[in-house]
């Protein structure tokens, strides 16, 4: 069970890795330079949006694990990254919140295209989110930085 929820979670952190890269990759095949400058400033801000979500995410998984303080010391790790997904879905799901979407529509070849636009965006964006969230907790707010 615990080697088939790192391999989830490794997948789930590699689509965050690749999103980001297609940015950059779309930006090195563009054909003007007013391509590459709208696909660099939407990328840009996917980035940017996605940090203070990832932040909300885990402070908010950082406050339920606190609350439950004694049962969440029994709890094994796996269990506190599954939440930060679960989180960052709801978050993404109940305020709508797609930013696959604007960044696929801000790509020439696939302006045109709807396949992420609606629930697959949003629960494609929650799972960024939620991967960035493990990001934070284990760079930033573990150990002396907490």
Known sequence: ????????????????????????AMAQA????????????VFTAFVIA???????????????RMLFGKLAEKAPSWFWIVLAFIVALVICL??????????????????DQSTFDGVAGQVLTGLCVGAAAGVWHEKFFTGDNV
């Open 30 to 41: 563009a054909t003007t330079a007013t391509d590459t400058q709208a696909i660099v400033g």
């Open 94 to 111: 109940g305020w709508q919140y797609n930013l696959i979407a604007t960044l696929a529509h801000s790509i020439p070849a696939m302006a």
């Open 50 to 64: 996605v940090g203070p979500l990832a932040i909300l995410t885990e402070r908010g998984v950082a406050v339920l």
């Open 1 to 24: 069970m615990r080697k088939l929820l790192k391999a989830v979670l490794v997948v789930v952190s590699a689509v965050f890795l690749v999103t980001m890269f297609v940015g950059v």
